[in-house]
Structure formats: structure tokens, C-alpha cells
């Protein structure tokens, strides 16, 4: 039971720097919680940062005089021991008391998923001991879980830990833009936004060349998830079928999906098809855009498109280097798109994004010359629905068409602040 080897603090008082790496915005956030009993879970995909997360917390615990030996960290990554069997040697080894007893205690649980009937578990310690206070972490979307959400009803917060997103990476790689002169910088940021879309933002991808970045997205990522966690969640009969899916949706990202066609070119029934496509969304690999339409339940009926998760992975395993290829996906993913539309008649808007309840048609054309044939499936959207304007992303195009009732503006890709403050976001 190594459970020194994880709390070092216990002996010197301090996390090591190595562990700490550099504070996110998120963090103060997730601070922010901290006096409130409700356990906090993190999640988010592999290496996008949640147990640095979980170690900057404990070095603020300690800088603010936290006795060290109130501080339990464990990962179930490597390890399994049982919760119970952990605590049980905690309280006798570093608290010499009950948890019950001990008054105020900070449990951090990284990578939970992977203790086996976790939502119970932690239930019985979050019921029993109110003075603990969890944090839990994953690999997953675990915090989205029925059972998590059924066993841990209002005794949770949730935060996603994401890979930086492009005002975080500028700032990590001391890269200085001015927002309000997009012209003036046009160089640096087509530059950023390559390298953005190429890295994904996981921090530890930033550094790498072009062949390290690939092999450490498909060994160190990709694999690691595919042949190791979800067959240790799921019943997985045929060990490449998620990884040949993921290769294809990184080919194809924001193809529409059908599941039974789909089935038939893999060689398996659509049922085992639909079934790993969603361990791939539960591991974070993978992301579903819906048909749009007023009634949501009306658009998880219709027809989906998939994308997968981080542009970095698209790179990676499709060998695309240049960041117009990877667009659509850069913009769906960063502008966190829910839904696209295709009408009967095929006609197809990219994108629709329902910030605050509005309603905005975004369509990407990464093409040297914008017409305004291109606008037509967004004119035909905002006529059906009731909607004034709509947003074409372009190449280098800037613009606006115009029908005398609705309006679409053109906005080249590298004006990434002019296009956020358009879609007032």
C-alpha cells in the first residue's frame, strides 16, 4: 500500500514543484468551493490537467497552514486498493483517530472511475463524515453517469478540466496578441490557431515536434484509453473496433453518422456499432453534434454528426498538419457547438450554437472566395426559424450579404475576437 509515496507532504510539509506546474483559471473556481461540503468532481479527458489540478489545491491548502497530515491524496490509476482499506490505514497511521472524530479533513480521489461501485462509496463517506470534504477526479464522463447522478444527488459540484483553450495556450507560450488590432497580428495568430488546433491545448503536447506530438497523442492518449480504460468499464469483444472508429471520425470529423452503413463497412451490426461509439463519448474521445430543432427531444431522433474530441487527435491519426482541413472541428469544439442542421432537402448549416438561448447558423468555408450561393442553406435556416442573422467563417473573405431581412457577415478565421464578439460570447 503505497500511500506515502502518494503524500509526500506528510513528511516535508510541501508538494513537490514538479507536481504543481502552473495555475489555470480554473483553479480559483474550483477554490472558490472549498468552504461548501459538497464533494467536487473533476473531469475531463486524459493529461488535460485534473490531477495537477488536485495538487495545486493542496499546495494552496498547505501555503494556508492546512495541517498536511489532514491532506489524503490516492489514484486509483495504478493502484486498487479498496476506499475502505485505504482509510482505515490513514486513520490509524496519519490521523491517530477516526475520520468521524478528526474534524476537518480533505480527501483527494483521483481517477475514481476506476474504483469499482465508486458513487456508493463515496456516498457512505460523504454522509457519515460531514466535516470530509472530496474531491474526486476522472478520465471520463463520470460526473454525467446515471448511477453518479442518482447515488450523488445534491452532494456534488462539477467542473470540466478542458486542454487550454486559445487565450490560456497565448498566455502559456507567452505569445502576445493585441485583440482589438486582429489585422496587425494576422501572422501570429494563423500561427497560433495552427498550433492550437495541432497540440489541442494539452499542455504537455505543446513542446513536442511534429513526430513526437503524433506518437504521444496515439501511444500515450489514444491507446491508453481505448485498450486499457474502456475495456476496463465495458465488455469489449472486439479490442480494434473503437480504435478503427476513432480513425475513421478523426478521417471524416463532423460525418454524419449512420450507424447501420456504418456497420456494414466495419463488418458488425449497428447495435455494436452505436454501443462503441458511445464508450468512446464516456471516455471524452468523442463528440455528437444534434440535428437542431426547437424541441430537443425532437433532435436526438434525427441524424447525428460526430466529431472527434480534439482537433490534436484528428491530427494525429489522419496526418494532417495545416489548420484549414481541421476548421470546422477547431471552431465546433471551441465554440461548444450542440447541434448542426440538415433540412429534407439536404440542405446543411455546420453549425448552430444556442448561446443563452439564442439561435445562430454558423456555416465554415475555408475557401479562397465566398459567394453568396454559399449563404443560401444559412438564409434558408434563419427563414424557417425566425432568425435575422447568421455567420459565415472564412479563409481570408471578409463581408456580408444581405436579403433586405436577414443579414449574413463573412469573418476570415484568423479574427478570432471579432468572430467571439459577434456571437456575443
Known amino acids: 500500500m503505497d500511500v ?99 474534524g476537518r479533513v480533505f480527501l483527494f480521489l483521483d481517477e475514481i472511475q476506476k474504483l469499482e461501485g465508486w458513487p456508493e462509496k463515496t456516498k457512505v463517506i460523504y454522509d457519515f463524515h460531514p466535516k470530509v470534504k472530496m474531491f474526486l477526479s476522472g478520465s471520463a464522463s463520470i460526473a454525467l453517469a446515471k448511477e453518479s447522478k442518482e447515488s450523488l444527488a445534491g452532494r456534488f459540484f462539477e467542473f470540466l478540466v478542458e486542454p487550454l483553450d486559445l487565450e490560456e495556450y497565448l498566455e502559456f507560450t507567452g505569445t502576445e496578441i493585441d485583440r482589438r488590432r486582429e489585422k496587425v497580428y494576422e501572422l501570429e495568430i494563423k500561427r497560433s490557431l495552427r498550433h492550437h488546433a495541432l497540440t489541442g491545448g494539452f499542455i504537455e503536447a505543446l513542446a513536442l515536434d511534429d513526430i513526437q506530438r503524433k506518437k504521444y497523442f496515439r501511444e500515450s492518449l489514444l491507446e491508453r484509453v481505448i485498450y486499457r480504460d474502456i475495456p476496463e468499464h465495458f465488455t469489449v469483444k472486439s479490442m480494434d473496433l473503437p480504435y478503427l472508429l476513432m480513425s475513421v471520425f478523426c478521417d471524416r470529423p463532423g460525418m454524419l453518422v449512420d450507424y447501420r452503413s456504418l456497420g456494414n463497412d466495419l463488418g458488425h451490426d449497428q447495435r455494436t456499432v452505436a454501443g462503441y461509439v458511445s464508450y468512446l463519448e464516456y471516455s471524452l474521445l468523442a463528440h455528437k453534434l444534434y440535428n437542431f430543432s426547437p424541441n430537443r427531444l425532437t433532435s436526438e431522433k434525427k441524424a447525428r454528426k460526430i466529431y472527434p474530441s480534439s482537433t490534436a487527435f484528428t491530427a494525429a491519426l489522419s496526418g494532417v498538419s495545416e489548420f484549414a482541413p481541421l476548421a470546422e472541428q477547431y471552431f465546433a ?52 426559424y425566425g432568425i435575422s442573422s447568421g455567420l459565415v467563417i472564412s479563409l481570408d473573405t471578409e463581408g456580408r450579404f444581405d436579403d433586405g431581412v436577414r443579414a449574413v457577415e463573412v469573418i476570415p478565421y484568423w479574427r478570432y475576437w471579432t468572430i467571439k464578439r459577434r456571437l456575443g460570447i
Open 333 to 384: 469544439i471551441n465554440l461548444k457547438a450542440r447541434f448542426f442542421w440538415r433540412s429534407p432537402q439536404k440542405d446543411e448549416v455546420d453549425l448552430v450554437l444556442t448561446p443563452d438561448d439564442r439561435i445562430i447558423p454558423v456555416e465554415i468555408k475555408m475557401r479562397e472566395t465566398i459567394k453568396e450561393r454559399d449563404a443560401r442553406p444559412l438564409f434558408k435556416f434563419m427563414a424557417r
Open 4 to 102: 506515502f509515496g502518494f503524500n509526500p507532504w506528510w513528511r516535508t510539509g510541501r508538494v513537490p514543484t514538479s507536481l504543481v506546474g502552473r495555475r489555470r483559471k480554473i483553479f480559483s473556481e474550483v477554490f472558490s468551493y472549498l468552504d461548501l461540503r459538497q464533494m467536487q468532481i473533476l473531469y475531463g479527458p486524459r493529461r488535460a490537467g485534473k490531477t495537477t489540478l488536485m495538487f495545486q489545491v493542496i499546495d494552496e491548502l498547505l501555503r494556508k497552514k492546512t495541517d498536511p497530515s489532514r491532506i489524503f491524496y490516492y489514484s486509483f490509476d495504478e493502484k486498487r486498493e479498496d476506499i475502505e482499506s485505504l482509510l482505515r490505514f490513514y486513520e490509524q497511521e496519519i490521523l491517530g483517530d477516526r475520520l468521524s472524530d478528526a
